[in-house]
Structure formats: structure tokens, C-alpha cells
């Protein structure tokens, strides 16, 4: 019989009640339910409280009391990450805090080209306000109308847009960060050079909010490019697709803005399962790749590259179709194909997940290597392989054999986990690319890395959290 939840002293509930008001505390289990129920449905919650700060300052007065009455904090941002790091355990004694209310775009320098957000701000409206100021944030997410941009700083995301300008991390030139004792560190400078002493802010980025709450970044944004254009390719293989990155990355440079490959079975569940898409090609391909191709000069410029690109490509026996963009529209219904194939693979049925890297050249290699891997620990398994080949970015999921039982498949969530990532230790590369440690990988992360850097990592949490309420069991 699992253990009944424990209760949180209800004295100590209404001193955190009141910090925030009963307006922004919720208590009511039908109104807490969204904050611990996150979006595989694998680490379920308990919770007996949220908290919902408006400001800085009283971020600071939960986490002083946090600390004074030893009640762990998971800080929670548009509750969007796979891998378990926002949800609270199921002890019941754990109390999330959505940053939803620090909301406000402080400031948009035109001349410095950053943006002073909260950690509240949802990545899309950062999009949308950039672009009303003629710039352009580059960060993109298949979640960007729900993720926060305090949550992308956390997991130190990736997304399509990580091969020119590269991850949150990038994209990050300060922050403001509270403390477990309380204590604020305002370091939001907008400074592209500064040595003075340690980067203090990359702690906080990708720590995932073991170690303090970021609650505002000062963040990059760029001048929005004159031209874009957006084609879609049919290719043989993965090598085909690598010699055509090749091609791309030598005529465009830095104008190459994006670089995703497809195997066949995603998009054939897109077609499938989502409704008004239609096929990229007129014929079927082994193998897909969308890129694009940004230019600060002029839209001719870029559609000459993206001509000159694909041209070479086709001589070269490396692509067999292509098509481009011709608007708005197409570029949009285009780009939905490729961010449609996460949702399209639930119906389904049981999908076990990767989000891997490696080596840009060794993506070939570890695509046939893991796909054997796959079939070895259970014949007949479809791999569902997409993602960001620009930056060796896969997201390697596989899903059901037709006609398995759901939960008969997910129990070789670990082997199949195990297989693949051994591949992916051999190739020098990384089992855990852009969506974190959190709970999932937390396990793996300390049983693969070297023993310094585990003991590294738990000196800079013991420093900063001895108190150790920071969102405990995730990460290390």
C-alpha cells in the first residue's frame, strides 16, 4: 500500500498564504490539479498548495520561509518540460510555485538589442513583442504558446532555431535569481563582454531550479532578417541529408537558420492523425529535411541562396525533390508538418522517448546503430526519429509495435532507454540534449558521468541550498 501523503503543518500554510494573498494561493484540488499533471502523464503530484507571486520581492519572502520552516519549493514556469523537473513529488509535502504572474516585459532596448522580461513571460508574446519592434527573438519551441521564458532558462532550451543563434543558454545575458535564504542577486547587465570574476548566471541556466528561482533575464534579440525562405527536400538517407548540410552550411554560413530531418514515419503519422495537413511532395521519400535560409540584406539574396543550395544539391544526386516556400502560408503549413510529430505520435499508442546528441557527422552512424539496438530489444518496435540535424539534435522516439499492449511496451521503457543510450555514450555524444535531467534522467546522470563531476555538482548545490528545498530529487 503506497504511503499516505503527508500534511503540511497548516500554521505553516497560511504564513505562505499570506505572502501571496488567498487570491494567488490555491488550495482546491480541482484548482491545483493543472500544476501536477504534466504532458506524458509519467511523474504524477501532490500538492497541498500553489503559490502565485506577483513580484520579486515576494518570490524572496517564500523562499526566506521556505528555508526557515524546511518546506521544499518546485518552481514551475508553463508546466511544459517532459521529463519531470515541475512536478512535485508524492509526499505531499512540497509546495509549487508558479512564476505565471511575473508577467511583464520591463524594458525592449532597441540599441543594445536585449529585452528585460520576468520569468512569467510566455516565449510566444516575447516572439510577438520583439517582431512589433522590427527584431527578432530566435528562440522556438513546438510549446512556445505556453512555455515561460523562466522555464526555458531552467532547462536551457533548444528548439529549431538552436543551429544559427544558438540555446537559451545563448541567448541569455543576465539575470535576476532569489535565493533559497531570500536574498535577491540582480544581474541583469546587458554587457556582451564582461570578466568579472565567475559567470554566475550559467549556474542558474540549465540547473533547472535546484539551486534559486529565476524570476527575469536580459535576453538577446536580433535584427529581423529581410528575407526568409523555407524548402522542404526528399532525401535517401541520412547521408544524403549530412551531405546536403554540408552543402547548406557552405553556401549560406551563418544565413542557414534552420536544419531539421525527418525519417518517413513521423511525417506518415502527421498525414495520419492531424487534421487539414497535407503531403510536403508530391511523392513519398525515405527521408526528409526542412531547412531555411535567413537573409539580413534582402529577400532576393535569400531566395538565391536557397536556389543555389538546393540546385547543387539535386546535381549532386543528393536530393531527389524539393519544394519551397512560396508565402506566408505554405512556409507556416510547412513548418507545422515538422511540429505536428510529437502530438502525432500518441494515437499511437506507448512511445518511449530520446532526446539525444552526438557529433553532427556521426548522426548517420548512430541512426543505423540504434536503430539495430531498437530491434534487438524488441522486434518490430517503429522508430520515430526527427529533430534538429544542424546541431546533432534527435529526437529518437519509438513507438509501439502494431498491436501491442500499451503497457506491455512501456515496461522496456528502461532497456529500450539503455540500448540507445549506449549507443550514444560510443559515439561521444549526449543522452539528454535540450529537455533536461529533471526526475527521468536524474538516475542515469549519476551513474554515466565521472565521479568528479557528480561531486562538483553536489558541492555547488550543498553551497548554494543546504538546506536542500530547492526542487529536491531532480538533477543531482
Avoid at 205 to 228: C, F, H
Avoid at 246 to 252: F, L
Avoid at 335 to 342: I, V
Wanted: charged share 20%.
Amino acid at each position: 500500500m503506497d504511503a499516505k501523503p503527508v500534511t503540511l503543518d497548516p500554521a505553516i500554510v497560511d504564513r505562505f498564504v499570506a505572502i501571496v494573498g488567498k487570491r494567488h494561493a490555491l488550495t482546491v484540488p480541482q484548482d491545483i490539479a493543472p500544476h501536477v499533471e504534466e504532458p506524458r502523464g509519467l511523474f504524477a503530484g501532490v500538492t497541498p498548495l500553489v503559490l502565485k507571486p506577483g513580484s520579486t520581492e515576494e518570490v524572496s519572502r517564500i523562499l526566506k520561509l521556505a528555508t526557515e520552516t524546511g518546506t521544499p519549493i518546485v518552481p514551475q514556469g508553463g508546466n511544459t518540460g517532459l521529463v519531470g523537473g515541475q512536478m512535485p513529488d508524492a509526499t505531499g509535502r512540497e509546495v509549487v510555485l508558479s512564476l505565471s504572474r511575473l508577467n511583464r516585459i520591463r524594458e525592449i532596448d532597441l540599441s543594445s538589442n536585449t529585452a528585460v522580461v520576468e520569468a512569467g513571460v510566455v516565449l510566444q508574446t516575447l516572439q510577438e513583442a520583439a517582431s512589433a519592434n522590427d527584431r527578432l527573438f530566435p528562440l522556438s519551441l513546438g510549446s512556445q504558446g505556453s512555455c515561460q521564458i523562466g522555464g526555458n532558462l531552467s532547462s536551457n532550451a533548444g528548439g529549431i532555431g538552436a543551429l544559427a543563434y544558438g540555446t537559451a543558454r545563448d541567448l541569455c545575458l543576465g539575470l535576476e535569481v532569489v535565493l533559497p535564504t531570500g536574498e535577491v542577486l540582480d544581474d541583469l547587465r546587458r554587457l556582451k563582454k564582461d570578466n568579472t570574476g565567475y559567470d554566475l548566471k550559467n549556474l542558474f541556466v540549465g540547473a533547472e531550479g535546484t539551486l534559486g528561482v529565476i524570476t527575469a533575464a536580459v535576453v538577446k534579440l536580433y535584427p529581423k532578417p529581410k528575407g526568409r525562405e523555407l524548402a522542404w527536400a526528399g532525401v535517401a538517407s541520412p547521408v544524403a541529408a549530412l551531405a546536403l548540410f554540408e552543402t547548406a552550411n557552405d553556401k549560406a554560413g551563418s544565413a542557414l537558420t534552420m536544419f531539421e530531418l525527418m525519417e518517413r514515419t513521423p511525417l506518415d503519422f502527421v498525414l495520419k492523425h492531424i487534421p487539414g495537413v497535407q503531403p510536403p511532395l508530391s511523392g513519398e521519400h525515405p527521408w526528409y529535411v526542412m531547412l531555411e535560409i535567413s537573409s539580413g540584406r534582402s529577400v532576393e539574396d535569400a531566395q538565391a541562396l536557397m536556389e543555389e543550395v538546393l540546385t547543387q544539391g539535386l546535381e549532386a544526386g543528393h536530393v531527389a525533390d524539393a519544394v519551397i516556400a512560396q508565402n506566408e502560408a505554405q512556409a507556416l503549413a510547412l513548418r507545422h508538418l515538422r511540429e505536428a510529430m510529437s502530438e502525432a505520435q500518441r494515437p499511437e499508442g506507448g512511445s518511449i522517448k530520446h532526446d539525444i546528441s552526438v557529433p553532427v557527422a556521426a548522426i548517420p552512424e548512430f541512426i543505423v546503430r540504434a536503430g539495430e539496438a531498437v530491434q534487438e530489444v524488441l522486434p518490430g518496435s517503429r522508430v520515430v526519429c526527427f529533430g534538429h540535424m544542424g546541431d546533432g539534435n534527435l529526437h529518437y522516439n519509438v513507438s509501439q509495435p502494431v498491436g501491442m499492449d500499451r503497457a506491455e511496451y512501456l515496461a522496456h521503457y528502461r532497456a529500450m532507454n539503455d540500448a540507445v543510450h549506449a549507443v550514444v555514450r560510443e559515439l561521444h555524444g549526449s543522452f539528454s540534449a535540450e529537455h533536461g535531467i529533471g526526475r527521468m534522467k536524474r538516475d542515469e546522470l549519476i551513474a554515466t558521468q565521472s565521479a568528479v563531476a557528480t561531486d562538483l555538482m553536489r558541492r555547488v548545490k550543498k553551497a548554494f541550498d543546504p538546506a536542500g528545498i530547492m526542487n529536491p530529487g531532480k538533477v543531482i
